[in-house]
């Protein structure tokens, strides 16, 4: 059991790694081949995550403004998302009980989802 | 010696028993059970120490020999009284949220509705155990781990489908012009 979960967290990080370096080196708005969005390709309509890999590009440059003309969201969920995997993985659920519930709670969820749905409607309004 | 705890029909806490004490208890295989450095209730089937119990099942032992054996029983360091005693059964919140973002950044929004599924199972884990549902507490906590790992399944099948459309995107292209210049010549 502990192996395998070495095995995983090797592959993951690997992964993790390999993904930050192509998002560092290649910008997605001169290269066509990145993915693009089947949402938008379908409807027509932006989803919430378009754009996220051109402000994926500006972060790792801290191009932060330039990040969050692209998509807002990934700007702001980048750190929650650390902050997730600190209080789930990495010992801060022992060292900040408090944090669990006020972060990912269920207030906290909703809010999330909120704005997420606002954000997918007004970025097609506006 | 480990001591086991499980939840009765009613959805009562029962325990501490050492495993020859809860030969003699009605424990079926679905039973939910729990002992130390167990990070959730389990059914008892798929606890290694007690499947044997459901082989074996003998005439009761003698149930005089149930005294409770409190003195050098440990209870888990993160717990708190009363209600608490007991560990609650994992949460899977703070996975179920990142499971939802991760693939949404990602543009997946179509799987994160999944994840809203073992968001809504994960929140209400809490509040049930808190309630002294045991029972349903630790149903709600495989429900939404269960959903976790589908969302989470689902999103890796989709950036590998990506990762083969970008391939078959850039052999196509590179067999064009590869053609292209033959023809050229």
């Given amino acids: ?126 | 010696m480990t001591h086991f705890f499980y939840i009765d029909s009613e959805g009562k806490q029962k325990g501490p028993f050492t495993l020859e004490e809860l030969r003699s208890e009605p424990i079926k295989k679905d039973t939910l059970v729990w002992t130390q450095g167990m990070a959730e209730w389990k059914r008892a089937n798929d606890v290694v120490e007690i499947k044997p119990l459901f082989e074996f099942k003998g005439p009761s032992t003698s149930p005089e020999t149930n005294i409770p054996q409190q003195e050098n029983y440990q209870f888990n360091p993160q717990a708190k009284t009363g209600v608490d005693s007991v560990l609650m059964p994992k949460t899977w919140m703070v996975e179920s949220i990142l499971v939802t973002i991760l693939p949404f950044i990602l543009c997946g929004n179509i799987f994160s509705l999944l994840g809203i599924v073992a968001i809504v199972s994960a929140s209400k884990v809490e509040s049930l155990f808190r309630q002294g549902l045991f029972t349903e507490a630790t149903e709600a906590s495989l429900n939404a781990g269960r959903w976790t790992k589908i969302t989470f399944w689902v999103a890796i099948g989709a950036i590998i489908l990506g990762i083969i459309s970008i391939v078959l995107f850039v052999v196509f292209f590179g067999s064009l012009a590869g053609i292209s210049s033959m023809l050229s010549i």
């Fill in chain 1, 1 to 126: 059991m502990k192996s395998k979960q070495r095995i995983l967290i090797a592959v993951a990080s690997f992964l993790v790694a390999t993904a930050i370096a192509l998002f560092f080196y290649i910008d997605p708005n001169v290269y066509p081949f990145f993915p693009k969005c089947p949402f938008l390709v379908i409807t027509g309509f932006k989803c919430p995550g378009c754009g996220s890999q051109r402000a994926i590009h500006q972060l790792l440059h801290f191009n932060i403004s330039g990040a969050f003309s692209h998509n807002p969201l990934v700007v702001i969920y980048g750190p929650y998302i650390l902050l997730g995997l600190y209080i789930e993985y990495w010992g801060g659920k022992n060292k900040f009980p408090k944090m669990q519930s006020l972060f990912f709670g269920k207030i906290a969820a909703l809010v999330i989802l909120i704005m997420i749905m606002g954000f997918w409607i007004a970025r097609n309004i506006f």
